[in-house]
């Protein structure tokens, strides 16, 4: 029976699991040196002075706004073709989601849009990195507005020699299971700036402080950063992979009819996502490559405008993402044979004209 592909798997060997053995053994499995010693070195990586590690991507993002004096009766504005997790991070600091269209190139946010819907009652800008695309941080910029990055997807990308993460006022990362690196769960905020770290560190946990204002437990172990800081020393590892499975699929669907990625001028992405952008309906392109036994994928569940019940024809960029990416395998514990499957999955769904 063909095993099936599936969309996304984490990246782990032995060192990891050491890794993890070593911390259970030692009794400090809370929050301790581990987590420090991986706050130092992914800020490192970065190039940015000070990480601050939490439980959750979601969480990154939620403490790096209240860090930055995000609340009631704030605006954030948001791309509405991103994952639900921003706003509840903007809604649990007590403020609301500007939703902006995206560019359907890219899937990152347009920075044309922002600019027509901007009001005075912005706070924030968070821009999100999609699939791994640096998105266009000076544009974005110079409407004056603080921007927070989200990097979920996209850490090991640079864009104009500069790592992403390092251009906004803070910057916040997923190490989700399937996420560039992995520790299960977890997440980190970066900053170079040092009040800002602190408010994150303040708000991270409620134990021993001079005041009752809302703090919760955000707190990484031990655990989940050593596992952590083994994966950080494979990214550029797991980043090259990315961009070699990538090359061989930009040669192999060239003919097809879909747009591929798309090559963004001074950037260098790290293929978080492979999305082909088909000429049918992404969900029919889905279900007949699960036929094939490969698992593909929206690569946004729902965007938001639909969540919140907004006109569809005001994110006209959104829709066609939505309507017509298709997320495919590319990790780098892809074998060769499965990145040939692939290959041969797609071209024969997509071969008469993606019909």
Do not use: W
């Not at 990154?60 to 948001?78: H, K, P, Q, W």
């Not at 500007?98 to 990152?108: E, K, Y």
């Not at 405008?305 to 960029?317: K, N, Q, S, T, V």
Request: some cysteine; hydrophobic content about 40%; aromatic content about 8%.
């Amino acid at each position: 029976m063909m095993e099936f592909i599936p969309h996304s798997r984490p990246t782990l060997g032995e060192e990891e699991a050491e890794a993890a053995f070593k911390v259970v053994l030692s009794g400090q499995i809370s929050q301790g040196p581990q987590v420090a010693e991986f706050e130092r070195e992914l800020a490192a990586y970065v190039g940015v002075g000070y990480g601050v590690a939490v439980s959750s991507g979601t969480a990154a993002l939620a403490l790096a706004l209240r860090a930055l004096g995000v609340g009631e009766g704030d605006e954030v504005a948001v791309p509405s073709y991103a994952c639900a997790a921003l706003v509840h991070a903007v809604r649990f600091v007590g403020a609301s989601p500007l939703l902006v269209d995206v560019d359907p190139d890219t899937g990152n946010l347009d920075p044309e849009d922002l600019g027509r819907r901007l009001v005075g009652r912005t706070k924030a800008i968070v821009l999100v990195h999609m699939f791994g695309f640096p998105a266009r941080v000076e544009e974005v910029g110079r409407f004056g507005v603080p921007i927070l990055e989200d990097c979920a997807m996209a850490l090991g990308a640079r864009y104009r020699g500069g790592q992403v993460g390092s251009f906004g006022r803070a910057s916040a990362f997923s190490f989700y299971a399937t996420k560039m690196l992995a520790t299960g769960e977890g997440g980190m905020v970066l900053t170079d700036d040092p009040d800002l770290a602190e408010a994150v560190r303040d708000f991270r946990e409620y134990d021993m402080k001079e005041d009752t204002q809302p703090r919760f437990n955000f707190k990484m172990t031990d655990i989940q950063a050593a596992l952590g800081r083994v994966q950080l020393g494979k990214l550029d590892a797991f980043v090259e992979r990315r961009k070699r499975v990538a090359s061989i699929y930009d040669v192999a669907f060239r003919d097809l009819e879909a747009e591929l990625p798309p090559k963004v001028e001074d950037a260098e992405p790290s293929y978080y996502r492979y999305v082909l952008r088909v000429s049918s309906d992404a969900g029919e392109v889905i279900k007949a490559l699960k036929t094939k036994g490969i698992d593909a994928a929206r690569p946004v569940f729902r965007p938001i405008h639909r969540y919140l019940g907004l006109p569809p024809e005001d994110f006209a960029g959104t829709e066609d993402m939505y309507r017509r990416a298709v997320s495919i395998p590319i990790y780098p514990s892809l074998g060769d044979g499965e990145v040939e499957r692939v290959i041969e999955g797609v071209r024969a769904v997509l071969g008469d004209g993606g019909s």
